[in-house]
């Protein structure tokens, strides 16, 4: 099993910035794919961010956050991060880490989710 674990949320006012954090942990595993969702109550989930495990780690992020957040990746410590930047309002919501790929004990593959972290913008 993989575990993921997100930290870094909190309440922060509009313009602000967050840092969030995802780790991972459990079986050693190899990850072809690590992302940021994000879900409102009430409003469906959200893929916020992707980071790919390949050289060069490409990334590609939703509309409304592009400019703004930044995906980036310590495959040392299995973690991957979210720099968030000029914080909105519309940013609100609970943030979820998932991470797809091949345990590789077993060759089975895998998708992950951590529980989520509030992140609320607000004066």
């Known amino acids: 099993q993989v575990q993921l674990v997100e930290s870094g949320g909190g309440l922060v006012q509009p313009g602000g910035s967050l840092r969030l954090s995802c780790a991972a942990s459990?079986?050693?595993?190899?990850?072809?794919?690590m992302g940021w969702y994000r879900q409102a109550p009430g409003k469906q989930r959200e893929l916020v961010a992707t980071?790919?495990?390949?050289?060069?780690?490409?990334?590609t992020y939703a509309d409304s956050v592009k400019g703004r957040f930044t995906i980036s990746r310590d495959n040392a410590k299995n973690t991957v991060y979210l720099q968030m930047n000029s914080l909105k309002s519309e940013d609100t919501a609970v943030y979820y880490c998932?991470?797809?790929?091949?345990?590789?004990?077993?060759?089975?593959?895998?998708?992950?989710w951590g529980r989520g972290t509030q992140v609320t913008v607000s004066s």
């Open positions: 459990g079986s050693i595993f190899n990850s072809n794919y």
């Open positions: 998932n991470a797809r790929g091949v345990i590789v004990d077993s060759l089975k593959p895998f998708t992950s």
């Open positions: 980071i790919s495990s390949g050289g060069g780690g490409r990334s």
